[in-house]
């Protein structure tokens, strides 16, 4: 009798989750230029502690509104996109999954901290990565529920996840400004656990480093009628600012297919890996952390790792319909473990300086090729693709004084690359 009720609540479950995503939502006011901000790895909460309603804990308690009130006023894209690096639920007695380690961490967070950052702007959310089933299928049944509510009631997107592979590997299509844009999203699951990927008929994650999901994923993002395609992977080894071969070949190929996949979003490493042009795709080889408690203070880590990496993407829409990039913001972010902020002035061009290094060192020899920011006096750094000072609007505003990226100064000539080498 207990397994009946179990299968009839799945199926419920099911059906909420895919009443709760409509085919295409729509948002943005008319225009004919779309902005996606991105960043890298979100939880609110340390490994396996209880959550709360009102905020959480590391060290001195902050509210919700205090995580991000440093941060609030750059999240301002017509899409705003976070990889969600923990169940979402507001249950402390969930038994967790130990994933086969002899000390895991388990993420958590209160589906009131998830609805924080959403109330601030963040609509673009991926489920997909190797915390997602924490806390086993219970855990994905409340992540389902909770970011279902806000799917449901027209807030956000979310993919990655699902009560079975269909679900999981679906793209979600969502209307800015007129243009139709879809997203979808897949990453590891720890040591490869089959019970952790979704299936025919199981609940779980679309698994990257199995194939036939990462061609499912693939295939379907491909097909599906947009504008413009981003694909959200959680991959790469932590700690390590350059990626390895897989992910240079898996990512470059995804640019390289026809009808590809416009702007690839790679995060996990917990430090940026750098960016590179890909034909006319754009890649994110690591975005680093964003906001997550249950991650290391990375400030004393070097130049080269100590910040996150927040960026704007900037989209104009050409003739035929199709968005097509413009230009490129890189946004150095600093004290990801408690309550992020800006990097500003010298300190912020300095990591601008060190993200070039790591792009110098990008592209194939063919189609691809490593992205040069220009720091910027406020600390941020600055792509603009050729042309794009003529734009007008809110691009041309941006690009008009853009100039090519200087070389690294000398004052930082030692300190980039002996932080870039560990």
């Avoid at 009798?1 to 006011?29: D, N, Q, V």
């Avoid at 702007?263 to 034909?279: D, T």
């Avoid at 990496?309 to 968005?323: E, F, T, W």
């Avoid at 061009?349 to 592209?363: E, I, K, M, T, W």
Wanted: glycine fraction near 10%; charged fraction near 25%; proline fraction near 5%.
């Amino acid at each position: 009798m207990k397994h009946i009720l179990r299968r009839r609540a799945l199926i419920a479950l099911a059906a909420t989750w895919c009443t709760a995503i409509p085919a295409t939502l729509g948002w943005g006011s008319a225009g004919d230029e779309v902005t996606v901000t991105l960043v890298g790895d979100v939880g609110l909460n340390r490994s396996n502690q209880p959550v709360e309603a009102d905020g959480v804990r590391r060290g001195a308690f902050q509210t919700w509104a205090e995580t991000t009130s440093l941060i609030d006023n750059e999240v301002n894209g017509d899409l705003n996109f976070m990889n969600v690096e923990t169940v979402v639920t507001d249950r402390n007695d969930l038994p967790r999954d130990t994933k086969g380690q002899s000390g895991p961490f388990n993420f958590r967070t209160h589906p009131n901290g998830i609805r924080h950052l959403v109330s601030r702007g963040f609509n673009l959310l991926s489920l997909a990565n190797n915390h997602s089933m924490d806390y086993g299928v219970a855990g994905l049944e409340q992540t389902l529920k909770h970011v279902g509510r806000l799917q449901s009631e027209r807030l956000a997107v979310a993919a990655g996840v699902g009560m079975n592979s269909e679900e999981a590997s679906r793209p979600q299509r969502v209307a800015v400004k007129g243009a139709e844009i879809a997203f979808a999203a897949t990453g590891i699951v720890t040591n490869n656990l089959e019970r952790h990927r979704a299936g025919p008929d199981k609940p779980g994650q679309n698994a990257y480093r199995f194939d036939d999901d990462f061609a499912q994923v693939r295939r379907r993002l491909v097909a599906a009628p947009a504008a413009y395609r981003i694909l959200s992977i959680h991959y790469g080894e932590e700690g390590k600012v350059r990626a390895d071969a897989k992910q240079f070949a898996d990512f470059r190929a995804l640019a390289a297919q026809k009808d590809g996949i416009d702007l690839i979003v790679g995060h996990h490493a917990h430090v940026p890996r750098g960016v590179e042009m890909a034909g006319k795709s754009l890649i994110f080889y690591g975005l680093g952390n964003f906001l997550h408690q249950g991650t290391a203070d990375m400030t004393g880590k070097g130049i080269c790792r100590d910040y996150g990496l927040m960026a704007r993407v900037h989209l104009k829409k050409a003739p035929d319909g199709k968005l097509e990039l413009r230009a490129v913001e890189a946004i150095p972010v600093t004290d990801t473990h408690f309550r992020p902020r800006r990097l500003t002035g010298e300190a912020g061009a300095a990591r601008v300086y060190a993200l070039n290094y790591l792009d110098a060192d990008l592209g194939d020899g063919a189609g691809a090729r490593g992205v040069m920011f220009t720091p910027q006096a406020d600390g941020t750094g600055l792509y603009c693709l050729s042309g794009a000072d003529k734009d007008g609007g809110t691009i041309g505003a941006l690009c008009k004084s853009y100039r090519p990226a200087p070389p690294i100064p000398d004052r930082l000539r030692a300190a980039i690359p002996s932080s870039c080498s560990r």
